[in-house]
């Protein structure tokens, strides 16, 4: 089955710089990579996906770029906030509505 | 226009206790999925049901827990005669018809602590 594994487990960054959290996944068959970001005591929300056919999507300050050859995508956050400090998850699909997460990163935003 | 509904929002049960998870989907929902949540971990997938269907189980423990998606009400998560280590987070999320996982929207979940 598919395997996600996500780099780093934590991350701290100064307010206004770029945080970027690496995922690389495993079955050539998945197609869609979705992010979540997860507030302590809330459910993962979905900031950003892509699908196979496109190798860059942006949406204001979050980007994420994907890789099919080496199996990889990446969450680009530009200009952080504190509001921004949270867990963020990748994930991977293929042909059936199952998710494979990572096991998140902490990303935290310096004031 | 409510999200996905989970109830209830924290669930104590002692050992041997039954628990159970239910979970509204959005309106015009009718796919839904369960996930767990162990501490410092990623949600993995536990099962998929539309009204009346199980589609994929492949991520239910064998014995103890069962979930079902009736015609009319929530779906519900079965956990029978539960144990220190189903203490988790449940995770619900639902999608539109025909959208597989591009479509899911997650619920805020279910803390079970098992004591």
């Known amino acids: 089955g598919e395997n996600v594994e996500q780099h780093p487990s934590t991350l701290s960054v100064q307010e206004g710089d770029s945080a970027v959290i690496k995922c690389t996944y495993s079955?050539?068959?998945?197609?869609?990579f979705p992010w979540y970001k997860q507030e302590l005591g809330k459910g993962p929300q979905l900031i950003i996906d892509?699908?196979?056919?496109?190798g860059e999507k942006k949406d204001q300050r979050i980007a994420v770029t994907l890789n099919k050859t080496a199996k990889h995508f990446s969450l680009h956050i530009t200009e952080t906030q504190p509001e921004d400090s949270a867990v963020y998850f990748c994930?991977?699909?293929?042909?059936?509505?199952?998710?494979?997460f990572g096991k998140g990163i902490t990303l935290s935003v310096r004031p | 226009n409510a999200g996905v509904m989970q109830n209830p929002r924290h669930l104590v049960r002692r050992r041997g206790q039954e628990a159970r998870l239910r979970c509204s989907p959005m309106?015009?929902?009718?796919?839904v999925y369960w996930y767990r949540q162990l501490p410092e971990e990623g949600l993995k997938f536990m099962v998929y049901?539309?009204?009346?269907?199980?589609?994929?189980e492949s991520g239910m423990p064998k014995e103890r827990f069962s979930a079902e998606f009736p015609k009319e009400g929530p779906s519900i998560l079965r956990i029978q005669q539960v144990v220190r280590g189903d203490s988790a987070a449940y995770f619900c999320?639902?999608?539109?018809?025909?959208?597989?996982?591009?479509?899911?929207?997650f619920g805020s979940g279910t803390r079970l602590t098992v004591v």
């Open positions: 309106k015009g929902h009718s796919h």
């Open positions: 999320a639902s999608s539109p018809p025909g959208t597989w996982a591009y479509g899911y929207t």
């Open positions: 892509i699908r196979s056919n496109v």
């Open positions: 049901l539309q009204k009346e269907n199980i589609i994929d």
């Open positions: 079955d050539s068959a998945s197609n869609y």
């Open positions: 994930a991977a699909s293929g042909a059936n509505s199952k998710l494979t």
